[in-house]
């Protein structure tokens, strides 16, 4: 915990699929380590459950990406999302910070720029899947990995 709090402490962290395990979990951690943290959920009930996991706001809605810009730019994105959610969150992602994709729940796909993602401040997408999508899905992602991560403590 000492290292994440090094790490995060008044940083601005946005967190799609909110209200799942993996979205409860980093936003306490987060919360914890002295974040901002922003976070998303479908209802206002759901809404409140992430509130009590330590989020500093809450959007509501299935338009909360278009509303999460007015607590940008963030220094880190967690995206459980994927499709056009991911793609619409790699602008509001601040220079030389990261965005970690840890799962596509969306059942879209989209095309992201990856050079405009670089050289418009030296973004950082990491991306990984846990199960048995995989197979499915690894045909469709492009990863691009760069070293990046240890600028979050900067």
Request: overall charge neutral; some cysteine.
């Amino acid at each position: 915990m000492h290292s994440a709090k090094a790490c995060l402490l008044g940083k601005r962290i946005f967190i799609t699929g909110s209200t799942g395990g993996v979205g409860l979990f980093t936003h306490q951690l987060a919360a914890q380590s002295g974040a901002f943290v922003v976070g998303t959920a479908s209802t206002e009930e759901k809404a409140e459950l992430v509130r009590e996991a330590g989020s500093d706001e809450v959007i509501i809605g299935y338009s909360a990406i278009s509303s999460a810009r007015k607590f940008g730019p963030y220094d880190l994105i967690i995206d459980s999302v994927g499709g056009n959610t991911l793609a619409a969150l790699l602008p509001q992602l601040a220079p030389q910070r990261v965005c970690i994709a840890v799962g596509f729940s969306s059942s879209n796909i989209a095309t992201i720029d990856m050079m405009n993602l670089v050289t418009s401040g030296g973004r950082t997408l990491y991306s990984f899947f846990l199960g048995e999508e995989l197979t499915v899905i690894q045909s469709r992602m492009i990863c691009v990995c760069w070293p990046g991560w240890s600028q979050m403590s900067g």
